[in-house]
């Protein structure tokens, strides 16, 4: 190699491993936007209706920014939950760089959107990306007919193959996309019962909560909504036992003064405070996640989300399997008790006393100490314990490795470097 070439050589090698290193990271669509002050207005957005969460949870997505101008437009017009759907409608589940855009097969494609996922119908959800003429790629949506009235403007970033950021002209509108209803004029009672929560609803009814929810959906709301065959759930105490102010903190701890979605949750690295937080005691619920599946858990038990009722910013109605116990009423969960033996305890043997040595007798030499026993495993070096730990580390064993990897192509770089100055 010339020595000439070893700048170029040394900055193609940092190149790659700034990628590795933003790989081995994953992604953080808001960490991204940050540094381009020109689409602060988008990423406002991004996060205040968690669609920044959607992104994030996911391995492989293009995110088409909207600058400024164009999305205070959008936004000046249009509710939280309009603006949210106009918003997941412009993530696609799919990698596009500005080379995979220019040499999209045929010249168009139709690719699919987070937009899709809430049950979008037909294809409404799509988005068609056409390589006009002249270099030009358009953007429009599914439905035929529809004009292609966005335009790719520049790439912003990306981290290959996992998340692209792209610069668009204008939002992606189809008819009907920008009507959704407030969550404030969604009926809760009507929406708890149609997704089998009646029980959970006419507790809420009959101790005057349902008024409180129902004027909390207008700054935030989550709920934990148990089904009704969870109240009558093996280890459920009797609801007519507890005093009204228990029942209350009960139903409040169902509960956030928050927009917390479900993919909002997975990414909860620290305890939730619920509605039931006050002088009587932190009411917090843990989260943890193992792919799509996502648990809450009191300190009594643990329960799993099972579906999502209503995600509309800023509302999150979610349906539990089991009623959630806070540990401050309830307590901890009992220990099993040990298994009785069925066998009686032996007696001791009889042992006789020893003669007395006589004086001629020689005492005995010492026998050599046995080695002290193995201490005895503990829970925690348990073959369960420690495939969880393995389990729970993972991620961070595999981000290590790979900036493991990129320190040694760094040092191997600089070697080559010194030997061929």
Not at 69 to 92: D, E, F, G, P
């Amino acid at each position: 190699m010339a020595k000439n070439d070893i700048p170029s050589f040394l900055l193609m090698a940092s190149l790659v491993l700034s990628v590795w290193a933003a790989a081995a990271n994953g992604h953080n669509i808001t960490a991204i936007l940050d540094s381009f002050p020109d689409y602060s207005v988008y990423n406002g957005y991004m996060s205040q209706t968690k669609v920044a969460d959607e992104v994030n949870s996911r391995d492989t997505v293009t995110c088409l920014v909207l600058p400024n101008a164009a999305m205070t437009a959008l936004a000046a017009k249009h509710s939280l939950a309009a603006i949210k759907n106009a918003l997941r409608l412009l993530v696609l589940l799919d990698y596009f760089d500005p080379q995979k855009l220019h040499d999209i097969p045929q010249g168009t494609t139709l690719t699919t959107t987070l937009y899709q996922t809430t049950g979008a119908p037909g294809k409404l959800g799509f988005v068609n990306i056409t390589n006009v003429r002249g270099g030009r790629v358009a953007f429009g949506p599914s439905s035929p007919g529809s004009k292609l009235a966005s335009d790719y403007t520049k790439s912003v970033r990306q981290i290959p193959y996992n998340i692209s950021v792209l610069e668009i002209s204008a939002p992606i509108i189809f008819p009907g996309l920008l009507d959704a209803p407030t969550a404030a004029d969604s009926n809760l009672t009507a929406l708890l019962e149609k997704a089998g929560c009646k029980t959970f609803a006419s507790l809420l009814v009959s101790t005057g909560l349902l008024k409180n929810f129902q004027s909390a959906m207008d700054k935030g709301l989550t709920l934990f909504a148990p089904d009704d065959e969870a109240f009558n759930a093996d280890g459920v105490p009797d609801l007519n036992s507890l005093s009204s102010a228990d029942l209350v903190t009960l139903l409040q701890y169902h509960a956030l003064s928050s927009y917390t979605p479900k993919d909002s949750l997975k990414l909860a690295d620290h305890p939730i405070s619920t509605m039931a937080t006050g002088s009587s005691g932190k009411f917090d619920l843990t989260v943890s996640s193992q792919g799509d599946d996502v648990t809450l858990h009191t300190g009594v038990d643990s329960s799993r989300v099972a579906n999502t009722v209503l995600d509309d910013t800023p509302v999150a109605i979610l349906t539990v399997d089991s009623v959630l116990l806070p540990s401050e009423l309830f307590g901890h969960a009992p220990a099993p008790a040990p298994a009785p033996s069925s066998l009686p305890p032996s007696p001791l043997p009889s042992t006789p006393a020893p003669a007395p040595a006589s004086k001629s007798a020689k005492a005995p030499s010492p026998l050599p100490l046995s080695p002290p026993a193995p201490p005895s495993s503990s829970p925690a070096a348990s073959p369960q314990a420690a495939s969880d730990k393995a389990d729970a580390k993972n991620s961070s064993v595999a981000a290590e490795v790979v900036r493991s990897l990129a320190t040694l192509i760094a040092v191997a770089v600089a070697a080559l470097w010194l030997l061929l100055m």
